[in-house]
């Protein structure tokens, strides 16, 4: 879908805060203001929102997920189940089949508590 620029990007940033929306349109298109008034002042500004920007709506979380699901087949992202949870893995290295910490940390130290349990049997067995 087709919007203006004003709708689909900056007032989405505006709300954020203004220090977001000015930061980032002086890094993205190049506008330097340090505030509000200066921005509104910009004839670059004014340029920049007379445009439009292809906008992406998502109306449900089944479609947000089929649109996430998606993206990873376009950038060729490997998605995997965990053996131990049964979570997705997203990334990574392509043989990986366990989340890590950062992701699921109850899932990484259910394995390493199992890790070492089979350590302290075969320990105890010698």
Same mark, same amino acid.
């Given at each position: 879908?087709?919007?203006? %620029? =004003? &709708? ?13 929306? +000015?930061?980032? @349109? ?18 670059? %500004? =004014? &340029? ?13 979380? +089944?479609?947000? @997920? ?61």
């Amino acid at each position: 879908m087709i919007d203006t %620029f =004003y &709708k689909g990007w900056f007032r989405p940033k505006l709300l954020k805060g203004p220090d977001c929306a +000015l930061t980032e @349109l002086c890094g993205k298109y190049g506008i330097d203001a340090r505030n509000l008034d200066e921005l509104i002042k910009s004839y670059e %500004f =004014y &340029k920049l929102m007379d445009g439009t920007i292809k906008v992406t709506r998502i109306y449900s979380w +089944l479609g947000y @997920l089929w649109w996430e699901f998606y993206q990873d087949l376009k950038s060729l992202k490997t998605v995997k189940i965990c053996q131990n949870c049964g979570n997705f893995i997203r990334g990574g290295h392509k043989d990986r089949i366990f989340c890590t910490e950062a992701e699921n940390p109850d899932c990484f130290r259910q394995r390493n508590a199992k890790s070492q349990r089979r350590s302290r049997l075969r320990r105890g067995k010698r």
